[in-house]
């Protein structure tokens, strides 16, 4: 165990604390995070190269669908105006789908936030996983933060030429790739990418690769945190979702403060001093360049890479973890409370502290219950809500169409028997990838029958149509009905279109129109 005078002293600065806020439109300062470890960033690790490989891979998986549908598990498919996901293909009317699920993320993401804070800034977003990937090609090349702060305050040389053409190299190879991805979700992957690399791609597809390397290539490598903080609109609307039961990274000052760097001269004074021994881990590790001991901040995006090197440093000079911590509002506050004696003190470690060194047990710590509230529920309600909604309609929705547009003119014919004929355009639609045989059947309009001038089969009130795999089929469709019952006026009927292979069937309300309407 290191007595606390041993512990390393990081020269970092916060260049983003509230006490040094930048001016707007000021040069920005860089920021060179140092490598930290522990378990949030192995958690972060993880979470990477889940997130990662779902992006980079998914467009390769294959889904058979049968010889009449494309074989690509998740494809956004523009020619035909359909979208794939696996068992589910989606048509242009069927949007509502995808409008469910960005409602679902939307709710998911407010839950997620009154919850756990900001755990998408920190873990999932896609800036805050691509900085992360860029920076772990920046250590590689370049070192971790010293080399790198080093390295930057270095005159030019073919070394540092050098390193900084292989990092830049290396992110714009990273960022091809990320724009390359995209474009296998818009069509076959295989028969793209050869395309791609042949020069036979359409235009659009380079264009894409090219806008999605820039944005990749200038978010990621050159603009980093400061599209957190001066780009994204989320850490303004979070505030509004987040209580004083959301966990979020907090620095407890009431066990670290006041902080010092020299426990023993401080102990040797008689002055009190808490566990924080200003050793700026916390600051050196932060992506953001913030100093999480100024509070809660706007860059906070609470990857909690702070919680990790302080709670090294605490395994270091034998104090519990958790300087850095989790921890809700109303926790801290009650801690709070107990450090300086209701409010009427400054901080004094001693009253968190038995005589023994062990934190007294009145100390609040996070309780999972704490989860389990109302805003919480009403959240988890109403995304559960839009879940089950969904998936009921996904379960039974009919794979089979019919629309029916009546002739404006003429709306009828008056042949030479005295009977009316009224013409319609009926189009069948057969939403799966195999070929189906339909039945197209006049349901009410007695003494009625109707002929398909594409079939050309004779009068009949049943028809049989075929209709090719996951396609649309128009037909001409003549009705017509003998003057003794023409002359009871305009009649409602339907079309009725079943499958003759299931129990498929929908229908379509008409009206025949005569002239003694
Ligand atoms: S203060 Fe801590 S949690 Fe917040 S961004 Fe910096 S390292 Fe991450
Ligand atoms: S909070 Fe922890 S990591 Fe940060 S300066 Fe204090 S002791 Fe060091």
Same mark, same amino acid.
């Given at each position: 165990m290191l007595d606390q005078n041993e512990v390393e002293r990081l020269e970092a600065e916060a260049v983003n604390a509230a006490a040094v806020r930048q001016p707007l439109y000021a040069p920005r300062k860089k920021i060179f995070p140092k490598r930290a470890s522990g378990n949030f960033r192995r958690f972060k690790w993880v979470v990477m190269a889940i997130t990662l490989g779902i992006y980079y891979l998914t467009p390769w998986i294959r889904w058979d669908r049968g010889e @009449? #549908?494309?074989?690509?598990? $998740?494809?956004?498919?523009? +020619?035909?105006?359909r979208f794939y996901f696996f068992f589910i293909e989606i048509w242009p009317q069927e949007f509502f789908y995808v409008a469910g699920l960005l409602v679902m993320a939307g709710l998911g993401l407010f839950l997620v936030t009154s919850? $756990?804070?900001?755990?998408?800034?920190? &873990? %999932?977003?896609?800036? %805050? $996983?691509? /900085?992360?990937? @860029?920076? /772990? $090609? *920046?250590? #590689? =090349? *370049?070192?971790?933060?010293?080399?790198? =702060?080093?390295?930057?305050? +270095?005159?030019?040389?073919?070394?540092?030429?050098?390193k900084r053409v292989v990092k830049h190299t290396t992110w714009l190879a990273i960022a091809v790739a990320t724009g390359g991805a995209w474009i296998f979700y818009f069509a076959d992957a295989p028969t793209l990418l050869v395309d791609f690399v042949t020069g036979h791609a359409v235009p659009e597809a380079y264009i894409t690769v090219a806008v999605l390397t820039a944005t990749t290539y200038v978010f990621g490598g050159l603009m980093r945190e400061q599209v957190c903080t001066y780009m994204c609109p989320w850490p303004r609307i979070q505030a509004a979702m987040l209580d004083e039961n959301s966990l979020t990274v907090t620095y407890n000052d009431w066990r670290g403060e006041p902080r010092s760097r020299h426990a023993k001269k401080a102990a040797a004074e008689g002055k009190i001093i808490g566990d924080c021994v200003d050793c700026n881990a916390c600051v050196a590790v932060c992506p953001m360049g913030i100093d999480i001991r100024d509070g809660q901040q706007l860059e906070c995006i609470t990857c909690a890479l702070c919680i990790d090197a302080c709670d090294n440093v605490m395994d270091k000079i034998g104090k519990e973890r958790?300087?850095?911590?989790? +921890?809700?509002?109303?926790? &801290?506050?009650?801690?709070?409370a107990i450090a300086t004696d209701g409010g009427a003190a400054a901080i004094s470690p001693d009253r968190v502290r038995n005589d023994d060194g062990s934190l007294v047990g009145t100390i609040a710590h996070f309780h999972v219950r704490k989860i389990f509230r109302p805003r919480t529920f009403v959240y988890f309600g109403a995304w559960a809500a839009v879940g089950l909604v969904m998936l009921y309609a996904l379960l /039974?929705?009919?794979r089979i169409?019919?629309?029916?547009?009546?002739?404006?003119?003429?709306? @009828? /014919?008056l042949l030479s028997d005295g009977s009316i004929r009224n013409g319609y355009t009926v189009k069948l639609l057969n939403m799966v990838p195999q070929q189906r045989i339909f039945t197209l059947e006049l349901d009410g309009l007695p003494g009625g029958y109707m002929t398909i001038a594409e079939t050309g089969a004779p009068e009949s009130r049943v028809a049989t149509v075929g209709v090719e795999p996951d396609r649309l089929r128009t037909l001409k469709v003549f009705v017509r009905l003998p003057a003794e019952a023409a002359a009871q006026g305009n009649q409602d009927f339907s079309f009725v279109v079943k499958d003759t292979g299931s129990s498929e069937t929908d229908r379509y309300e008409a009206t025949f129109v005569t002239p003694e309407n």
């Open positions: @009449f #549908a494309p074989d690509q598990a $998740v494809l956004v498919d523009l +020619a035909n105006r919850t $756990v804070g900001r755990a998408w800034c920190g &873990y %999932t977003c896609p800036q %805050t $996983v691509w /900085v992360d990937l @860029f920076l /772990v $090609v *920046e250590r #590689a =090349i *370049e070192g971790d933060r010293n080399a790198r =702060i080093k390295l930057d305050n +270095a005159s030019w040389s073919a070394g540092k030429l050098a958790g300087l850095i911590s989790y +921890a809700t509002l109303s926790d &801290y506050n009650a801690n709070m /039974v929705r009919d169409d019919i629309n029916v547009l009546h002739d404006r003119n003429p709306q @009828f /014919v």
